[in-house]
């Protein structure tokens, strides 16, 4: 039946061509354009002379001698490491929010605990303080508990910004997945934990993969805590390592030096996202019920 | 009471798999939202060689009077209105579009990704310039059409720097929306839409039908985070228009961070935050009531 | 097995740096005692008759947190002894242009290290960034490399140490007075002006001599060249300033102030100044410069660089500007078709250039306040900063520097610098001008912008300060 | 080997809803229960309890001489097939039919035997490999059994399994499920709505209603002896003619004719009356004694092809009769006798509902 169905979905779009796909296609494209016009604009600055970036009027096409590889020869092979940097602490922040966040999420969705709503509704609440505003605070406890120049000074506070999100997220996903499944896993003879690292987790991945790279971006380009918490210009992130480029004067903006890093810090998440957009795939729990 | 016992060893294990969430959070929230409301209370700036002195509400009192305050609360209003309601529209028809299949459709997920992908503070500056009003983009494609008034001061004028804004933020998060609902849409099952196109639904009928009721979830959670993110909106004011034209932008925290990090006024700062904090929390305990009046559960439950 | 895991894991967790230092010590000891919980936890996890998903546990967390100690191995540094170090957080842009200052400093003085942290080129998050160091208690820097508005808050929060008695008379005499004003707070000094700057009018030669006029004067000089500049169609635009709502244009104001014989807030009686006739009457020369055509409508949007560029493009006639425009407008199509001269002012006031630039203070926590002023000394002697002006083309703190031969030949209009620098006028030296400054900037913005009149403007600035300083 | 017993088990979600009140039952080695209802008669919910993924409010679930009720659910060596079957979608079919075998620590070397012996005997082998997504509804189905055979449980458990199968294939899969069962000798429990399933393949049938066995005995006697009206009218297809007579003296009156009662202590004022249609039969040339006839006009008839379905309504009366007759029978549209011996009537109080 499930055959059927696949074979079906691919026959239909074939007897209204016409209309659907042409809707379809007016709406990728105008979604593409959107996305990426800005985006592309700050890569063809990133090889635009500096004299080119700012001449009258714009140029769209330029031609070979408006374009240059100085803005990226800039930018040296020391940029790398902030890559790196950006790399590792997105990278278990990631980690250390989805293994901490799912189970939380798998308990919240199936558990009856006492007390469960009142959780609930601290973590919905607690999502709501503005982030930035968090910073003297947190600023005192990096300072006493000694996690000053550490990475975990911000692995630890991306996690937890992104927790909320990744528990809701991940809650409305374990409510949705039949719970038979689950009922068939105990009769079986799983335990709670092998359950939900078997069974549960294989099945959300699409949430997991959806949630990990909202967190992994966010701690990829976040600034504030980036910029406060460490100072050492060895573990510092991209954003602030694009913050210190610098041009011939303090006033001046290197727009060119500044799109070549965007260019260089965005390539790897682009990658990434490239790689696991495939996990987000239609029915992983198809075949799971039903005939 | 051995009757309860699999259920008790079954919380045991829940508590054992939700403490350690519990605690990061706890670690670190808990602190500096306790420290805000504490510190609301006192007097704590240069006046006082920062020195925290107890002063009650006095900060309190301060900040009714205080028009850039509520200035600003009403511009971050407009902001997120404004703009979470444009995002939910683009970010529902982009959802709608990456769920379908066709070619290149990875490439297409990937490049709808981008604009949450670039950083907001290099963003910001190329928006910047982007709406620059000598060399903008944007003017000039404007001056490619008759009857435009050209070189238009996009960032000079109140209303049209937060339009900028607005465009930029709408730009940047779109695709925040788009992969949550995505996600959502992956897991209605196709055999639903099948049933209902077979019961004669037109494709906007099994939308509002379908479609709308089983991502209410989804929908719910993007909104509310959205709503959190976008009334702390920072850093793309910050490059933007750090606020201006005339304070026309300025944003709560915007404001607040000032009054902390350059003014060093901790207690008024401390009450601000306590303050948009618990108008945050009524907004959404209102928005909830409201949604639970229409029947939707706002925690994703059924 | 898995006891041998953890007693690994303990001794390992207890070295490494991703433990938090102040845990360090006993880390080994609490892992110790923690562990027969842990165990218990994952017997409950792995529930009796799976063992071996226990120990896969075990594995998995092992795996982790070696991860973490292998990355933290890599990453972070040694730490090696030195003799004493002296640190101070600047510009990325200019720690690198101060390496050969260092690499000499410490050449001369092998027991002092003299660290370079390097910040964001924003002044406002270097700001920002001292802030947060001094807020925490012991701030890791012991020099703080100053902007001169950051003064008063700095000292006033009681950061900074006074160094009046370290400083000689001559070299007293030698600094700008301006400069050393700017670092002054009440009774005492605490920064050591290194390289000065301040606000002036550029003008084109070559548009005038066309046109037929002299340099402009007075603020209406400068509207009628411009607008007969204008209409010859000779120039664009008449003149430019920064409008956009930011520090600069506070300190393009107190020029305008300055030239209308008015004042912002006088820092020893807190009188306001800002809604007195000849304030409000600044504030509409400036919108007059919109109104009348003179200046782009998006000048309320412009910084220092969008002047610049506009400036530089040939296409405007006068523009306010700070001293590094000079050398980056020598290497562009107008070069030498441009001249630098005092702002204008009214007939019988005088023309005032707001008083900027960088200096060195010494963090009131500093446990080698000795070895910091060694530092001070050394770089802002007459030879290092004579060197570093050559470098950088930066505007010296020392009077004698102006009129040097050397500096001279390399830049000819460092003598009618002096001239501008000489008449400096400070933004007002006091702890709130954070405040203040912030409150000048929405009112001014507002006025120029067009939203409020210049006198309601001026009148609500004046009440807002009027209650800050009143407050503290 | 093992007996299955439930005592006085009750589950109660609120003060309201109460799916399951107070069953006890037994199940031996070899026997197959039934648990027969509408639904919301509590039977899924008393098949959870059993399995463990419940915890009764009151009452205890025993396997021999083995209190289960604080044994987790894969602890019982119970196998359950789901109605939905609950295949784990990321795994191929032998996984899921081994990770039983697998989480209790069975050597590999026996599993690999096991799961092959199973789906041989399912006729599965050659789906081993497949993930459930690509599996037709009856495939799946058969996995999902093959997952409950392979773990040779103490107790099967099944909940509703043929009700995603469409009718021919739920026939064949019947059959298949009797034999099969009847070789594992082990308790079974069977829950379903589908009357035909619960007779053909139980050795006992537990009428559930309001969470309250209403009947429990072996198919045939649920049939010929409903314990009350309600099982009387959920048993048997076309459903039992049940009406409700007045009484006078010793005979009940249905139109004009006169029933004798059966012998009662007390006569009721009311008494209900149940003949299945089945038992009914066009009046042939003559009339014993033993049978009881009914006269009417016939107002409507449904030719199922084997048989024939004639709505009767009783001369004199409103009340409507219908019978099951041959498709050949012929009668008179304007009147028609019926006749039903009266060992065929089945007799009800009229308040309590129960057999008289």
Redesign the interface.
Known sequence: MAIAQETKAHTHPKMKISSRSIVLWVGVVFMVVFCLAPALWQVLTSFKTNAAISALPTIYFPSFSDLTWDHYTSLGAGFWRYVFNSALVSLLSTLLCLGLGAPAAYTLARIKLPGESLILGGILIVSLFPYVLLFLGLLEIVKFVGLGNNYLALIVPYSAINLPLTILVLRSFFQQLPRDLEDSAKMDGYSTVQMLLKIMIPLTIPALVTTGILAFIFAWNEFIFALTFVTRDAMKTIPVAVAQIGGSSVYEIPYGPIAAATVVGTLPLLVLVLFFQRRIVQGITAGAVKG | MTQDLIRQREQRIGWLLLTPALILLLFVFAYPIGRAFFLSLFTENLGTQLQPIFSGLSNYHRLIEDGRFWESLWNTSVFTGVSIFCELVLGMVFALILNQSFRGRGLVRTSALLPWALPTAVMGLAWAWIFNDQYGVVNDILSRFPFWETNITWLGDPTRAMLALIVADVWKTTPFIAILLLAGLQSIPEDLYEAHAIDGATPWQSFCQVTLPLLTPQIVIALLFRFAQSFGIFDLVQVMTGGGPAGATETVSIYIYATVRRYLDFGYGAALVVVTFVLLILAVVLAGFLLSKARINVSGGR | MSQSYLSRLGRACARITLWPSGLKISGLKILEAVRGKIAAVFTVLGRGHSRGVKVRWFKFGAWIVGTLVLLQWLVVPGFSQSPVKIQVMMQALEANQWQEMEAAFEEANPDIDLELVEAPNATNLVEDLYTSAFLLGDSPYDLVYLDIVWVPKFAAAGWLMDLSDRLSPEDEADFLDGDLAGGRYQEGLYRIPFRSDGGMLYYRTDLLAQAGYDPPRTFDDLIQISQSVQEQGLAQWGYLWQGQQYEGLAAMFVEILRGHGAFWVDPDSLEVGLDQPNAIAAVEFLRSTIEKGISPPGVTTYAEEETRRLFQNGNTLFLRNWPYVAGLAADSPIADQFAIQPMVHLPGEESGACQGGWGLGISATTPHPDEAWRVIEFITSREVQKQFILDTRYVPSRRSLFNDPDIVAAYDYYPQLLEVVENSVLRPPIAQYAQASDILQRYLSAAITGRMTPEAAMQAAARETRNVLGRA | MATLTLKELRKQFTPEVVPVKNITLTVEDGEFLTLLGPSGCGKSTLL?LI???E????GTVWVGEQNL???????RN???V?????????MTVADNIS??LK???VPPAEITQRVRTVADKLDISHLLGR????????Q??RVALA?ALVRKPDVFLLDEPLS??DALLREQVRGELKQLFESQNRPVVYVTHDQIEAMTLSSKVAVLLDGLVQQLDPPSRIYTHPANKFVAGFVGSPQMNLLTLDCQGKVAKLGHCEIPLPPLAQVPKLIDLGIRPEALSVKGSEVSDQELVIGGKVFLSENFGRETLVSLRVEGSQDVIRALIPPDQTWNPEYTKLVVPFSSLHWFDAETGDRL
Do not use: C, E, I
């Open positions: 959870r399995a463990g993924l915890q009764p409010t009151a009720n604080a044994v987790n659910p894969g602890d119970m196998a359950m789901f109605q939905s079957y609950a295949l784990y979608p990321h990770t039983s989480l209790r620590q993930k459930p997504r690509s599996l037709s509804g009856g799946r189905q997952r995603n199968l």
